[in-house]
């Protein structure tokens, strides 16, 4: 982390609290908050804006909180900017944004998907509180304790269903097949946030994959290789970032100081005018003699993407996959002492060679396509598909069936040979074969196209291969 710079009378109200993070959603780094000498009261337009907050003050017919003035104008000052990338975070808003990047968080311990803005379970933590109280994968959440998700954001859900450790949320879920509402009660406790999975492959290669930078990433990476490395002497490393979204910048730093040789650049941070350019070169105490592969793809960002740029342009490692996501601009946040939190974007970041990457993203040396079915959306939550229906659930229940090997109709009309096929899948499956789509059906579809994708991951096979090469 840099240094923490001396706060100024004027910013007294804050917590001294700057994190310097980077992801999809807003890549973290540079230098803190620099306060400005000039007052909103100077601004032209000012007396508008007073003389609106005091209009809706004294006669709006049905009150108004100062404090839910207050943000809603920060909100649409920071919106004004046009910039994806910055925003204004209220109260819990801000807090959950904070907590997202801390080694771990007090909760039940169930990953949570939207999907046609339904929340469902996607995964669970072995042996956590979601998944000893008996809730599984794929159940919608309906209720929190007796209230309804519906009209929820994510980060609304999530600030209802964490809390403090030893509290107790109950927890209301519809499984497949049922409508009935479950409830779960379920003690909150503290869920360690892991972002690094390694293995050992075939001819000796190690395969480590990171799904986010948080705190204690680097740790895990450091760990992750030392494991691999005490099995056995290693013929390479295939670095999987694939839909990694970015993270914290300090943790990504780290694990560059492990892989790029000394005193090779890392990354140049550029703020506004050029007036500070922050350059990070590589503090690697020992040489990393092993060839590495990157593997990235169009979800790959921020963070990421400076690991693989320098990567690619500092240690000589070979990049495998698409073209990444393309974040290449700066944000720092601030938060605020009741909790809220100010991201705005200050700068960019360049590549080793002085390369911006900002809607362009990283190219990879090697271009790899996963197959056609990895692009596969899903079919509607909820969805009883069955003979008659039609759309475009039908044609991806037909793409999914024909991809596993049966043979479908492919018109989108679901007919008697696309029953067929569905029951014959059932069957296969051990399911109720009466030829009718449902949740049941939808989860093992999507299990059987994961597992076929993990057997044809062509750009992993392709790193495999450039390791064997050498």
Do not use: C
Not at 121 to 149: N, R
Not at 202 to 220: A, C, N
Not at 332 to 346: I, K, N, P, Q, W
């Amino acid at each position: 982390m840099e240094p923490m710079e001396q706060k100024s009378q004027r910013s007294k109200p804050y917590i001294a609290l700057i994190t310097i993070i980077a992801l999809a959603a807003g890549f973290f780094g540079g230098q803190l908050w620099t306060k400005r000498n000039n007052s909103i009261m100077d601004a032209e337009g000012f007396e508008l804006l007073q003389a609106t907050y005091n209009r809706i003050n004294d006669k709006y017919l049905y009150g108004a909180k100062q404090e839910e003035l207050i943000n809603g104008a920060i909100v649409g000052m920071v919106e004004s900017l046009g910039d994806q990338y910055s925003q204004f975070l209220p109260d819990e808003q801000g807090e959950q944004y904070v907590d997202s990047y801390q080694s771990n968080f007090y909760g039940i311990g169930a990953e949570i998907k939207v999907v046609n803005d339904r929340y469902f379970i996607s995964s669970l933590v072995k042996d956590m509180p979601a998944e000893q109280a008996g809730l599984k994968p794929d159940d919608e959440i309906v209720t929190v304790d007796q209230q309804s998700v519906s009209g929820l954001s994510m980060n609304e859900l999530l600030s209802k269903v964490r809390g403090e450790k030893g509290t107790r949320v109950v927890i209301g879920v519809k499984r497949a097949g049922t409508e009935q509402i479950i409830e779960f009660e379920i003690e909150r406790a503290e869920i360690p946030v892991y972002s690094v999975q390694s293995e050992r492959l075939e001819g000796d290669i190690g395969l480590i994959s990171i799904s986010r930078f948080v705190k204690e990433t680097d740790t895990e990476f450091q760990e992750a290789l030392d494991q691999l490395q005490s099995e056995g002497e290693l013929k390479g490393i295939i670095l999987d970032l694939r839909s990694n979204p970015g993270g914290l910048l300090d943790e990504t730093i780290r694990i560059a100081n492990l892989l790029i040789p000394k005193d090779k650049k890392i990354l140049d941070v550029v703020y506004k005018n050029e007036s500070r350019v922050v350059s990070f070169v590589s503090q690697q105490k020992e040489p990393f003699e092993l060839p590495i592969v990157v593997l990235i793809n169009e979800y790959s960002a921020s963070a990421s993407e400076v690991l693989s740029a320098a990567l690619k342009e500092s240690a000589g490692a070979s990049v495998v996959g698409v073209t990444s996501y393309g974040k290449g601009v700066v944000q720092t946040y601030e938060a605020f002492r009741e909790g809220s939190v100010l991201v705005l974007t200050e700068a960019e970041w360049k590549t080793p060679s002085g390369n911006g990457i900002h809607e362009v993203g990283v190219e990879p040396t090697h271009l790899v396509e996963l197959p056609e079915y990895s692009k596969f959306t899903m079919i509607s939550a909820g969805a009883e598909l069955k003979r008659g229906s039609y759309g475009d659930d039908v044609k991806l229940l037909e793409q999914y069936l024909k991809v596993l090997g049966y043979t479908p109709s492919e018109e989108g009309l679901f007919d008697e040979q696309t029953e067929q096929a569905l029951k014959q899948y059932e069957r296969d499956k051990g399911l109720t074969a009466d030829g009718v789509y449902n949740t049941e059906v939808g989860a093992a579809l999507v299990e059987d196209i994961r597992e076929l994708l993990a057997r044809n991951d062509t750009q992993l096979k392709k790193a495999q291969e450039l390791l064997n090469e050498q």
